[in-house]
């Protein structure tokens, strides 16, 4: 019973298998033929590989350059003009552009480079750079930090200078007919990669392209101790109290509007006053206000007030719009409104916030003027002046008031406020994407800058590609009909030449789906195989078409390659174009009628 059972399951074993076993015996028992048709596929698949890996290899390798070169990325605008710092902020928002810096002027952007061991120098030009900056990360450098500096390729080489050397920036200027230069030593974190351009370029952070325009412009740098002017703020106010003791007509009010900046005038009562300025006016006089158009006056506009009103006794109160503050220190913060207190009612001191009941006497104040702020320290002292503001004196606050047109800064060291930067003269900007370049120059353009790009050359790799493609499909329609008529006629030719083998299989009891699967299973090994074969062959020639080609290619580059996916599609589709193929022998082979078995025709 035992050996019964075994037989039983081997011979249950072998049926399970028994097609494909008697399709291999057969290819086996017919090598030559078999051969010749493995040969016959793989010469068919094997130029389409390679012309599709020349196709993929080249247009992949261009592709990659265009990428991986940011100057292809590169938004370059045609002219200057002032480009705001909120401008700058807008645009970064932009999700298509990667890396945006401002650029100062071109003429104030040349300085001098010299090594300190040797007296040659170069003129070179300064290019602004923070964290982020394609065209140094992607050649070889890296971000410099406020004491160093990346230089590119063709200065390294013109003054022998490498990574870890120090060079001299000499900056000068014309001041009264007088010649005055300034110099600033930087060490080379990094020289770049020719590709990066061979204008000879120094590579600094924003803030020392910035210091070196203002010295050329004939301003201070205080923090490189180069002297100059400062650009100090001057305060501006929206609008002044006048108080005299007479009533003034209409046609004096008239005078006083005319010609001095201001636009409206009118009689205020003493409440409404104290409720708008914070403190209390005298009662006994008339109190007027004037202020200008939708703008601010400053100094001037209030001296020729003055030169009007001589004689008159007046007095006059300079106003601007309570701003918000926070006052900080250490952990704690406080919100407070700050209105400006003339010295004409109290004698304050400059720079130190006034209030009724002062929580500390020391602390960081950041003052928000429509959407600028300004960050100072400041001493807090007591008032007795009982309102729902804190106060800080006239000129103080006229200063601040000044945040409503442009930035300022607050200079610690000097104690004095600075104005800020208008804007910038240019920018150099990097899309993300090849795909990004011309959506962001009909984004610029639009808005009425001018801009170059590489575009044209995009364009033309993508045209490439797209013809490319278009070729190969036409070869490989070609050949993928003359694989399958060939596969087709060699499986059809073979079941003919085995028609009587196959009647005899039926008769002694394999049915019409098992006869069906044998052409399939010897299509689907001749496929297999004529792929590999087909492999070999591209993988040799491959080898020789990178090897001619070496000398243009950069390192992990090839002009002929696949990758896994396009070998697992070929593989894949060769198969299922087998199976296809021999379906049309298989089915004639289920239609040959057993009984042809026992005639011999």
């Given at each position: 019973?035992?050996?019964?059972?075994?037989?039983?399951?081997?011979?249950?074993?072998?049926?399970?298998?028994?097609?494909?076993?008697?399709?291999?015996?057969?290819?086996?028992?017919?090598?030559?033929?078999?051969?010749?048709?493995?040969?016959?596929?793989?010469?068919?698949?094997?130029?389409?590989?390679?012309?599709?890996?020349?196709?993929?290899?080249?247009?992949?390798?261009?592709?990659?350059?265009?990428?991986?070169?940011?100057?292809?990325?590169?938004?370059?605008?045609?002219?200057?003009?002032?480009?705001?710092?909120?401008?700058?902020?807008?645009?970064?928002?932009n999700?298509?552009?990667?890396?945006?810096?401002?650029?100062?002027?071109?003429?104030?952007?040349?300085?001098?480079?010299?090594?300190?061991?040797?007296?040659?120098?170069?003129?070179?030009?300064?290019?602004?750079?923070?964290?982020?900056?394609?065209?140094?990360?992607?050649?070889?450098?890296?971000?410099?930090?406020?004491?160093?500096?990346?230089?590119?390729?063709?200065?390294?080489?013109?003054?022998?200078?490498?990574?870890?050397?120090?060079?001299?920036?000499?900056?000068?200027?014309?001041?009264?007919?007088?010649?005055?230069?300034?110099?600033?030593?930087?060490?080379?974190?990094?020289?770049?990669?020719?590709?990066?351009?061979?204008?000879?370029?120094?590579?600094?952070?924003?803030?020392?392209?910035?210091?070196?325009?203002?010295?050329?412009d004939?301003?201070?740098?205080?923090?490189?101790?180069?002297?100059?002017?400062?650009?100090?703020?001057?305060?501006?106010?929206?609008g002044?109290?006048?108080?005299?003791?007479?009533?003034?007509?209409?046609?004096?009010?008239?005078?006083?509007?005319?010609?001095?900046?201001?636009?409206?005038?009118?009689?205020?009562?003493?409440?409404?006053?104290?409720?708008?300025?914070?403190?209390?006016?005298?009662?006994?006089?008339?109190?007027?206000?004037?202020?200008?158009?939708?703008?601010?006056?400053?100094?001037?506009n209030?001296?020729?007030?003055?030169?009007?009103?001589?004689?008159?006794?007046?007095?006059?109160?300079?106003?601007?719009?309570?701003?918000?503050?926070?006052?900080?220190?250490?952990k704690?913060?406080?919100?407070?409104?700050?209105?400006?207190?003339?010295?004409?009612?109290?004698?304050?001191?400059?720079?130190?916030?006034?209030?009724?009941?002062?929580?500390?006497?020391?602390?960081?104040?950041?003052?928000?003027?429509?959407?600028?702020?300004?960050?100072?320290?400041?001493?807090?002292?007591?008032i007795?002046?009982?309102?729902?503001?804190?106060?800080?004196?006239?000129?103080?606050?006229?200063?601040?008031?000044?945040?409503?047109?442009?930035?300022?800064?607050?200079?610690?060291?000097?104690?004095?406020?600075?104005?800020?930067?208008?804007?910038?003269?240019?920018?150099?900007?990097y899309?993300?994407?090849?795909?990004?370049?011309?959506?962001?120059?009909?984004?610029?353009?639009?808005?009425?800058?001018?801009?170059?790009?590489?575009?044209?050359?995009?364009?033309?790799?993508?045209?490439?590609?797209?013809?490319?493609?278009?070729?190969?499909?036409?070869?490989a329609?070609?050949?993928?009909?003359?694989?399958?008529?060939?596969?087709?006629?060699?499986?059809?030719?073979?079941?003919?030449?085995?028609?009587?083998?196959?009647?005899?299989?039926?008769?002694?009891?394999?049915?019409?789906?098992?006869?069906?699967?044998f052409?399939?299973?010897?299509?689907?090994v001749?496929?297999?195989?004529?792929?590999?074969?087909?492999?070999?062959?591209?993988?040799?020639m491959?080898?020789?078409?990178?090897?001619?080609?070496?000398?243009?290619?950069?390192?992990?580059?090839?002009?002929?390659?696949?990758?896994?996916?396009?070998?697992?599609?070929?593989?894949?589709?060769?198969?299922?174009?087998?199976?296809?193929a021999?379906?049309?022998?298989?089915?004639?082979?289920?239609?040959?009628?057993?009984?042809?078995?026992?005639?011999?025709?």
């Open positions: 019973m035992r050996g019964k059972r075994k037989a039983y399951y081997s011979v249950s074993k072998l049926k399970r298998g028994l097609v494909l076993w008697l399709a291999m015996k057969d290819l086996w028992h017919e090598k030559l033929i078999t051969i010749n048709l493995i040969l016959g596929t793989a010469a068919i698949i094997a130029p389409l590989l390679i012309l599709f890996g020349i196709k993929f290899g080249t247009i992949a390798t261009m592709t990659n350059r265009l990428v991986n070169d940011p100057k292809n990325l590169e938004i370059r605008p045609l002219s200057s003009r002032s480009y705001t710092p909120s401008w700058f902020e807008a645009v970064k928002k999700a298509k552009i990667d890396f945006i810096i401002p650029m100062t002027r071109q003429l104030s952007s040349s300085v001098i480079i010299e090594t300190l061991s040797s007296k040659k120098t170069v003129t070179a030009d300064l290019v602004s750079t923070q964290k982020g900056d394609p065209l140094l990360l992607q050649n070889g450098g890296v971000i410099p930090d406020k004491k160093s500096c990346v230089i590119n390729y063709s200065l390294a080489k013109e003054l022998g200078l490498k990574k870890g050397d120090m060079l001299k920036c000499s900056v000068t200027r014309y001041i009264k007919r007088k010649m005055q230069k300034d110099t600033i030593v930087l060490k080379v974190a990094a020289v770049l990669s020719p590709r990066a351009g061979f204008i000879k370029s120094i590579y600094v952070p924003l803030e020392i392209v910035e210091n070196i325009e203002k010295y050329k004939g301003l201070a740098v205080p923090q490189w101790g180069w002297k100059g002017n400062v650009s100090q703020a001057y305060p501006v106010y929206d002044v109290f006048i108080s005299v003791p007479k009533v003034l007509d209409r046609v004096e009010q008239i005078k006083l509007i005319s010609g001095t900046g201001f636009a409206y005038m009118h009689a205020i009562d003493i409440e409404k006053a104290t409720e708008k300025a914070g403190y209390t006016f005298d009662p006994k006089r008339n109190l007027y206000f004037i202020k200008p158009y939708n703008n601010s006056v400053n100094d001037d209030i001296g020729s007030l003055k030169i009007k009103l001589r004689g008159k006794k007046a007095e006059l109160y300079p106003w601007i719009k309570p701003f918000d503050a926070v006052i900080k220190n250490g704690k913060e406080i919100k407070i409104k700050i209105a400006a207190l003339p010295q004409k009612i109290k004698n304050l001191k400059e720079k130190t916030l006034y209030m009724a009941f002062p929580p500390f006497e020391k602390a960081m104040m950041t003052v928000y003027v429509k959407k600028r702020q300004l960050q100072m320290p400041i001493e807090i002292k007591a007795d002046e009982v309102s729902n503001f804190a106060f800080i004196d006239e000129v103080t606050a006229g200063k601040l008031a000044l945040l409503q047109q442009r930035n300022l800064i607050f200079d610690q060291n000097m104690h004095k406020f600075l104005l800020s930067r208008r804007g910038y003269a240019s920018f150099r900007l899309a993300k994407h090849l795909d990004d370049v011309e959506v962001l120059k009909r984004f610029f353009e639009d808005k009425g800058i001018a801009v170059a790009t590489q575009a044209e050359r995009i364009h033309e790799v993508r045209e490439l590609d797209k013809y490319l493609t278009l070729i190969f499909w036409l070869i329609v070609v050949g993928v009909i003359g694989a399958a008529a060939t596969l087709s006629a060699s499986l059809y030719s073979a079941v003919e030449r085995k028609r009587k083998e196959l009647s005899i299989l039926r008769l002694i009891g394999l049915s019409g789906g098992m006869i069906f699967r052409p399939i299973y010897q299509g689907m001749i496929a297999a195989s004529g792929v590999v074969v087909a492999l070999l062959f591209f993988a040799i491959a080898t020789i078409i990178n090897t001619l080609f070496q000398s243009h290619l950069q390192s992990g580059e090839s002009f002929c390659t696949l990758t896994m996916m396009h070998i697992s599609v070929v593989l894949l589709f060769s198969v299922l174009l087998a199976v296809v021999s379906g049309i022998a298989a089915y004639k082979a289920t239609q040959t009628d057993p009984a042809e078995a026992i005639r011999d025709e």
